[in-house]
């Protein structure tokens, strides 16, 4: 029995939770089948995500993302809200060396600042807004080609981005998430981040 | 720009994705508002978890585990399915010095084994199971009084048990996930795991 007991405490780091505070830049819409967003000053969300934005639902179909789905196929939808960072849309321009990365080119429904590294923000970070909105992160973003491309379509003169695009964004492109709580989203107004424990498990 | 650059790598160890596999030792369904759940030999899953169980829905009730919500409002159901392994009940047994703790006991829809500190298993972890169904990990489970006192009303002459049950299942009492994909599940049968990157971030 004293053997047994030893596992009850395995050789993993616990890291505690953690708690901070981000500020709201910028809100988008992505309307119908548009990937390009367009910006508003707030944003309503319910249980299935921002009414009308072409990620709302409590499924979504499988894309590239989750090879292991066929494509099409009706699963759990993680991906509700996307969301980036200031910080981080300032590298992706530094790496593609052009000015700005403006969030809508990519159909960001929500800009932060102030928090560093934000793409790396662990599964199961909760984000409160002054409403009572919550939303709960659910994965890192991958960049894809169409992003790039809307990214290239904006800057004109800037042929073969959209292929750059992917490198340059990488870990970069911010995360994803639903809606735990629904409420309103303001531009400018602070928000606090709960982030869990976190820890890595090696099996 | 270089400076800015050297931001595109963060000082962020990431750990590759990790591929396991494990055997479904038991299967169970919570009828009602029982806690106690009912054996099985198969579950079917819909995209809402496991029709008629207690924890099945898009939503669910907030609940003590999330005091950052009211009691009762309506948020995301991230508990759909209860996941336990057998090899962490017999350290809960042994904790309380008694000879086993039945999965059904805890309410557990799921019962595996195979998996170490599977209580650790990160979230975004998927299992994939024979017949399409797939489970995404959203979170450590953590122990409750309730749980402790259906143990204990299971054990003649275990009087007081259900208040030790909170220390001697602390992180061994699973996971909880929601349903990715629907499909059926049938006791003994193999499951692949997917153990998405990890990374501690520390903001």
Not at 109 to 129: A, K, M, Q, W
């Amino acid at each position: 029995m004293s053997e047994q007991a030893q596992c009850t405490i395995p050789g993993i780091a616990i890291v505690p939770a953690i708690k901070r505070r981000g500020r709201v830049a910028a809100l988008g819409l992505a309307e119908g089948e548009a990937i390009k967003a367009e910006r508003l000053s707030v944003l309503e969300l319910t249980h299935e995500g921002i009414p009308g934005d072409r990620h709302a639902g409590f499924l979504r179909p499988a894309d590239v993302r989750v090879p292991w789905f066929k494509r099409g196929e009706a699963i759990q939808n993680e991906r509700q809200i996307s969301i980036v960072s200031m910080e981080e849309l300032a590298v992706i321009a530094a790496n593609l060396g052009i000015e700005r990365v403006e969030p809508e080119w990519l159909g960001a429904n929500l800009t932060v600042e102030g928090l560093p590294d934000f793409s790396f923000i662990p599964r199961g970070t909760r984000l409160f807004f002054p409403s009572g909105a919550v939303l709960a992160v659910t994965d890192q973003n991958a960049p894809c080609r169409i992003a790039g491309a809307e990214v290239e379509r904006n800057l004109p003169g800037s042929d073969g981005l959209a292929l750059r695009f992917a490198a340059a964004a990488k870990r970069l492109r911010g995360v994803v998430a639903y809606v735990d709580r629904p409420g309103i989203i303001a531009a400018g107004e602070e928000f606090s981040v709960r982030v869990p424990e976190q820890w890595v498990w090696r099996g």
